[in-house]
């Protein structure tokens, strides 16, 4: 087993004792954070439901302008910000926070703190 499957299967251990305790409902949604080396993705997700409310990535024009690089902590705290902004578009002002099996540090917890910074608590 090379040390790419154990970090992968480290980060999926995380992941299902984390999705084991949080749930998202449509009042209270899950924010579901995706990261790979070169996007960022956020999803507030109703799981009661199994749909997905509002989304916000750095794939989107409206994020990335004036961006160099889409995988840095910059491009994570404009797609905090985004899914902040349309969050509160949909009235959603309380979610869960789900990190997904990531650590919380760098991207994840920029994206996090930009969320909060522009309206939403978790």
């Known amino acids: 087993m090379s040390s790419l499957d154990?970090?992968?299967?480290?980060r999926v251990k995380r992941q299902v004792r984390v999705?084991?305790?949080v749930r998202g409902t449509a009042q209270?949604?899950?924010?579901?954070?995706?990261r790979s080396a070169r996007h960022i993705y956020a999803q507030?997700?109703?799981?009661t439901?199994?749909?997905?409310?509002?989304?916000?990535?750095?794939?989107?024009?409206d994020v990335n302008t004036g961006l160099k690089y889409t995988g840095n902590i910059e491009a994570a705290g404009r797609v905090g910000a985004e899914i902040?902004?349309?969050?509160?578009?949909?009235?959603?002002?309380t979610v869960v926070f789900d990190r997904n099996g990531f650590l919380y540090h760098g991207r994840v917890k920029a994206l996090a703190e930009a969320a909060r910074e522009n309206g939403l608590t978790f």
């Not at 154990?6 to 480290?10: D, G, L, P, S, Y």
């Not at 439901?49 to 024009?61: E, N, Y």
Request: aromatic share 2%; net charge positive.
């Open 28 to 34: 209270r949604p899950r924010l579901n954070v995706f």
């Open 44 to 47: 507030l997700i109703d799981d």
């Open 84 to 93: 902040a902004r349309r969050a509160l578009a949909k009235d959603i002002t």
């Open 49 to 61: 439901a199994g749909t997905t409310l509002a989304t916000a990535s750095s794939v989107l024009d």
């Open 6 to 10: 154990k970090k992968r299967e480290a």
């Open 19 to 21: 999705r084991r305790k």
